[in-house]
């Protein structure tokens, strides 16, 4: 049996969707299928394919909207140093070469205006993504768990679907707009079916991109679906350990930083305690809170944005989202921890 | 003069956020609490835009108070979002956006750029 050759994975992030769809049909025949090329209108929609999905080479326009190429190459520097990174423009100009191989693109490149021009960008850029870096330090572990991985996507209002699996069972849970609202596992769907992912002992689990369920089992806060699945669990007899599964390499890209519920408040909106852990001062947040709602209500006498929804408080080592409404208070922390 | 120079590039820096689809207002706070720059659309009139810059940047100051030191805070309304954040040279930036725009979109990148732009070189 032959093992396939290795796929390159190779992002470019173009606002000129046509330039794109032409680069991904001549690379993709002209790599005879060892590049698997994936293109992002945007820096935003870029960043969150890099979260979901581990590449080789990201190539990217200068000229693009809102956040230019700069920009953005000083930040897929900082936040990924390994991966390798190109620049593209359609209007090259010694200081704009120098710029960005500044911010840390390893190739500076002119669009080309013919088919021979592209076939050079194409070799170059190839030489690019089968140079091999010296190796050097790698290694990172896995330590982030469902419950907090599903809190961070609800306390974001992402829209995803986690997919869950070990060797006994396999299920999807689906977040749309911070809202759970389906999930399923083998037979079972609905709040079953998100206990019993929940509880499982090992395994892995990838966020995939949103998409609509085919229907919808799951209704009422994160927050009560989290408790109350903390509360079975607690409940439960301990589930049979599980050998642990490899990390994907996605997973192993992701997961360079540990992040825990640090503590969790909710409070009904008069402010009587509903629900408090590792709160140290339950008294002192509940009052947080209130000043949160104070503050709130007067930007919204100053400018017509509408009703309050939430504070996001950005630590440097974790974060914390704050909510006042009439009818509840809840403040959660978490705490992330850098795994190198 | 230094001042000037550094003033420029940071009023570059905020003219290219002002670019942003859906921003509709931006500064900078300077230590001496001199703000460099604002832009302005009509959601936003330059006295309320003060005013709640003023108030926000106050804010941080409520969470010291409270344990916490945040590197940038997010108000979240039913049409916007603001964001406030501080680099330990004591600049202070603020960012208005309409919610779900473009600028909305990307307001970690524009504030993760601000808090690492180097004002030296």
Known sequence: MTTPAKQHQILFVDDETDFLETLRALFTAWSKNTWHIEGA?????????????????????????????EQFLRI???????????????????ERRAACLASGAEL???????????????????????????????GM?????????????????NSSILEVQNRQLSGRIYIEDGW????????????????????????????????????????GQWEFLLME?????????????????????AETQAATFSVRVAETLICSGDGT???QWQCADVNARIALLHEIAQQAARVGELLPLGKFDRLEIQLSAGRAVAQAQPDRLVFVQIATENGN | METDRVNDKLQQWLDRCALATGMFGCSIRLPDGVWISHNFNDLCPPTAFDEILRRLADALSTFSAHGFAPRWLTW???????????????????????????????????TEDFLTLDLKS
């Open chain 1, 141 to 157: 572990l896995r330590r982030v768990g469902l419950p907090d991985v599903i809190q961070m996507e609800c306390l974001g209002r």
């Open chain 1, 180 to 219: 759970i609202i389906h999930a399923v596992a083998g037979e079972a769907t609905g709040e079953a079916a998100f206990q019993k992912l929940l509880s499982l002992a090992g395994g892995g689990f990838q966020l995939q991109p949103f998409e609509p369920p085919q229907q919808r089992t799951i209704e």
């Open chain 1, 41 to 69: 209108a945007s820096a935003d929609r870029a960043l969150e394919i890099l979260k979901t999905r581990a590449f080789d080479l990201v190539v990217v326009d200068v000229n693009m909207p809102v956040l230019d190429g």
């Open chain 2, 76 to 110: 979240t309304f039913e049409k916007g979002r603001l964001r406030v954040a501080r680099r330990p040279d004591g600049l202070l930036l603020a960012l208005a956006s309409r919610r779900d725009s473009a600028a909305a979109n990307n307001l970690d990148l524009f």
């Open chain 1, 108 to 138: 500076f490149i002119e669009k080309p205006r013919t088919a021979e021009g592209l076939k050079s960008i194409f070799v170059m850029l190839d030489e690019l993504v089968t140079w091999k870096q010296q190796p050097g330090f790698q």
């Open chain 1, 273 to 275: 305690l509903l629900y």
């Open chain 1, 76 to 94: 897929l520097a900082r936040r990924y140093p390994d991966l390798k990174k190109a620049a593209i423009t359609g209007y090259a100009t010694e």
């Open chain 1, 229 to 249: 699945a903390a509360r079975v669990h607690d409940e439960s007899p301990p589930a049979p350990a599980i050998e642990p599964e490899p990390p994907s390499v």
